[in-house]
């Protein structure tokens, strides 16, 4: 079946840059999403890369995707404490239906 | 735009008692998701309607859950006999394909299970 595996920890200082890190199986993903989640709040949509592109920016934030490889990932520029958060990797299959999420990785900020 | 709305936000009930939540999707979209989230995990997807057809459900959704989408507006989701199992948060989504058809996929603030 659909899997998105993601490590479970990140812990970065304040300022320097984050690499959040996901595989994925289901080769037919047309869009791959990042979403944010802080503590007791709702999924947040930070950005989106498809599948014909290996690089998106925007603002802080860039997308790297490996199609061949099935390996998304998401840098954070300049990480501030207000990045602090769960972040989940997020593709979409064919269908344009359900998004099939990992277990998110928890990133936090060293001073 | 007020995005995507959920009640009630929290709600306990006892064991083998019935639940109804509602969600209002951002006006316009006609794409309404539910998913289900527990502890230390991501959002698992349940269903899905295309305005007020059901076109998916998950493996997920027992006989015990249903939900429609009378108007093609809001939904609901109604969870009979409650098991212990059940507690968790549950997430609306709603979406519109944009130009790129990517159907981004806003997400409400949850109603928050809990069984007793």
């Known amino acids: 079946g659909e899997d998105v595996e993601q490590s479970l920890f990140l812990s970065v200082r304040e300022g320097d840059s984050s690499v959040i890190n996901c595989t994925y199986t289901?080769?037919?993903?047309?869009?791959l999403y990042w979403y944010k989640q802080e503590p007791g709040a709702g999924l947040q949509l930070l950005t989106y890369i498809f599948s014909n592109m290996d690089m998106k920016q925007d603002q802080r934030l860039t997308v790297l995707l490996n199609k061949k490889d099935k390996h998304l990932s998401l840098r954070i520029a300049d990480t501030q404490t207000g990045d602090s958060a769960i972040y989940f990797c997020a593709p979409m299959g064919s269908s344009a239906s359900k998004i099939i999420f990992g277990s998110g990785t928890r990133l936090s900020i060293r001073p | 735009d007020t995005g995507v709305s959920q009640d009630p936000r929290h709600k306990i009930t006892k064991r083998g008692q019935n639940v109804t939540f509602r969600c209002d999707p951002i006006?316009?979209?006609?794409?309404l998701y539910w998913y289900r989230q527990t502890l230390g995990q991501g959002p698992e997807f349940l269903t899905y309607f295309q305005n007020e057809a059901q076109l998916e459900k998950s493996r997920l959704l027992s006989d015990r859950f249903s939900a429609e989408r009378p108007k093609g507006s809001f939904s609901t989701l109604e969870i009979q006999r409650t098991e212990q199992g059940d507690s968790a948060m549950y997430l609306c989504?709603?979406?519109?394909?944009?130009?790129?058809?990517?159907?981004?996929?806003?997400f409400g603030p949850g109603t928050r299970l809990t069984v007793t």
């Open positions: 989504a709603s979406s519109l394909p944009t130009g790129t058809g990517s159907y981004e996929q806003y």
């Open positions: 289901d080769s037919s993903s047309t869009y």
């Open positions: 006006s316009e979209h006609n794409r």
